[in-house]
């Protein structure tokens, strides 16, 4: 603790209801609440970083294992989002139906709007982007998905398999990935982590990776922080 001391000054900083959760935490202990609140500020930003790794690992493995959906001779899967994702409608449980591939192409065409280099002036068109281009402004969200069930026999058996280990199974993937997804969400937004089996979710991150490219995973732990603060989380 500075020698600010754990004033009133840090609800002003934190907001009231944000501190409350980590004063709960600590059983009213103040200065013990900032340490926790600053553990929780260090092992996001170390999941952060592992997360970052993780992500580029899982987007690039997925995209070789796409260009095999693709016939050889035509545009990058990445500009054929009807041929990855055709539709396919299906009926929810109230009835109703809807088209389980309309999110992925909506997310493919804002990943090329977002991808595509600004008009300098009106009257040259828009040079196209690079895959890769395309390929870095598809979010999380979109990658998530890919060992969703309903991509089972049209993409995991014919291509998505590839992107991983041989033998690995989807549920495996989708398990680990939905945790993962939960938690890159958390950190993103700046929430505690306090409730959550961190421990669980490092072995999530770890497994996923291992599954990717076993030398990706001893990398990714090699140069985490995320050991060393799960250990040092104040009691």
Not at 127 to 144: H, N, T, Y
Request: aromatic content about 10%; glycine content about 2%; proline content about 6%.
């Amino acid at each position: 603790m500075t020698s600010a001391g754990a004033g009133d000054w840090i609800e002003t900083w934190l907001s009231k209801p944000r501190f409350e959760v980590y004063l709960r935490a600590a059983n009213q202990d103040r200065e013990r609440a900032v340490r926790l609140y600053e553990w929780n500020a260090a092992i996001s930003a170390a999941f952060h970083h592992d997360l970052c790794h993780l992500e580029v690992a899982l987007r690039n493995a997925y995209d070789r294992a796409l260009g095999n959906a693709v016939a050889d001779g035509t545009a990058h899967w990445v500009f054929q989002a009807t041929t990855i994702f055709p539709s396919r409608w299906q009926k929810a449980a109230n009835g109703t139906r809807y088209d389980v591939n309309e999110t992925s192409r909506r997310l493919m065409a804002e990943a090329i709007r977002n991808a595509t280099p600004k008009i300098r002036r009106p009257a040259e068109p828009a040079a196209p982007p690079s895959p890769g281009k395309v390929i870095a402004e598809l979010s999380f969200d979109f990658w998530r998905y890919l060992s969703a069930r309903r991509h089972h026999d049209p993409l995991w058996i014919p291509f998505l398999h590839l992107a991983f280990c041989a033998g690995t199974d989807r549920r495996d993937v989708d398990k680990h990935v939905e945790r993962l997804h939960r938690l890159r969400n958390r950190v993103a937004h700046h929430e505690p982590l306090l409730a959550l089996d961190v421990q669980a979710h490092w072995k999530d991150l770890q497994s996923l990776a291992a599954l990717i490219s076993p030398q990706v995973a001893a990398y990714i732990a090699a140069n985490s922080s995320c050991t060393r603060l799960l250990a040092a989380r104040p009691r």
